[in-house]
């Protein structure tokens, strides 16, 4: 995935790796991780999902849930006006958390952030937001799904670094909460259009949840985008004649 370890450079220059590079702009450095950065930009797929290129599968995330078409859904008897976001607040994302913070303060949502790593109390100062509830745990994954039913809904919010239009890098996140058939809106216009999940970006959200309550999502949207969907797509690559030409896999855009 992403880099082939060294001990495996002899296995890829014989054509007998599978390098699977995740689709749209992840937010590596041309600086620090010139590599990495390079092969990004030379794996493509114009007008696709998911392509080969070479030996090198470009393909978004998937979730590791098997989707049902009617899952259980949990709700609250009465639903508290918090949102609750678990998960890792790191410099790609902070921008969009925080205005998620302030635009949810405007319609009286309070926001708590869930996860391992400290933050500091005036994270999102600059943004003029009141300070947010950080609960500085580790939370398993069964508490994790509980309180994101608990949630009015689930913010995927991503960073400006990852967002590209229809070239926009798809979170982990956003299949799994799909697939469980959550509450999902998203700040990124590629998952909202190929999941079917309401847009609005990160301080928005919480207001269009006010106006229009967020819909459950249909986890069936996911069902070609399950971590064995994409292993089985690479072990058909091995099936088919060596070609160095571009390969489709998927729906196109």
């Given at each position: 995935?992403?880099?082939?370890?060294?001990?495996?450079?002899?296995?890829?220059?014989?054509?007998?790796?599978?390098?699977?590079?995740?689709?749209?702009?992840?937010?590596?450095?041309?600086?620090?991780?010139?590599?990495?950065?390079?092969?990004?930009?030379?794996?493509?797929?114009?007008?696709?999902?998911?392509?080969?290129?070479?030996?090198?599968?470009?393909?978004?995330?998937?979730?590791?849930?098997?989707?049902?078409?009617?899952?259980?859904?949990?709700?609250?008897?009465?639903?508290?006006?918090?949102?609750?976001?678990?998960?890792?607040?790191?410099?790609?994302n902070q921008d969009a958390f925080c205005d998620l913070v302030?635009?949810?303060?405007?319609?009286?949502?309070?926001?708590?952030?869930?996860?391992?790593?400290?933050?500091?109390?005036?994270?999102?100062?600059?943004?003029?937001?009141?300070?947010?509830?950080?609960?500085?745990?580790?939370?398993?994954?069964?508490?994790?799904?509980?309180?994101?039913?608990?949630?009015?809904?689930?913010p995927v919010f991503q960073g400006a670094a990852h967002l590209?239009?229809?070239?926009?890098?798809?979170?982990?996140?956003?299949?799994?909460?799909?697939?469980?058939?959550?509450?999902?809106?998203?700040?990124?216009?590629?998952?909202?259009?190929?999941?079917?999940?309401?847009?609005?970006?990160?301080?928005?959200?919480?207001?269009?949840?006010?106006?229009?309550?967020?819909?459950?999502?249909?986890?069936?949207?996911?069902?070609?985008?399950?971590?064995l969907s994409r292993l089985l797509a690479m072990l058909d690559?091995?099936?088919?004649?060596?070609?160095?030409?571009?390969?489709?896999?998927?729906?196109?855009?």
């Open positions: 995935h992403e880099l082939v370890p060294p001990h495996f450079s002899s296995h890829q220059a014989a054509g007998f790796v599978v390098q699977w590079v995740v689709r749209g702009p992840d937010g590596s450095s041309p600086i620090h991780e010139a590599e990495h950065y390079a092969l990004r930009q030379s794996a493509a797929c114009p007008g696709a999902l998911t392509c080969f290129v070479g030996g090198v599968y470009v393909a978004p995330w998937a979730t590791r849930y098997r989707p049902e078409p009617n899952p259980t859904r949990w709700r609250a008897a009465e639903q508290a006006p918090v949102v609750h976001f678990v998960g890792s607040i790191w410099w790609l302030v635009g949810c303060a405007e319609v009286g949502v309070r926001v708590v952030r869930h996860g391992m790593s400290p933050l500091p109390t005036d994270l999102c100062a600059a943004h003029g937001a009141m300070q947010f509830e950080n609960d500085w745990r580790s939370v398993s994954d069964e508490e994790a799904v509980q309180l994101q039913w608990e949630s009015l809904f689930v590209d239009g229809d070239n926009s890098y798809i979170s982990d996140r956003t299949f799994d909460t799909v697939a469980r058939g959550m509450r999902v809106i998203t700040n990124n216009p590629l998952a909202s259009r190929l999941l079917g999940l309401p847009f609005a970006e990160s301080r928005h959200m919480c207001r269009a949840n006010a106006e229009a309550p967020v819909p459950f999502a249909d986890p069936m949207r996911v069902a070609s985008h399950t971590y690559y091995f099936r088919r004649d060596d070609t160095d030409a571009p390969r489709g896999g998927g729906a196109p855009l």
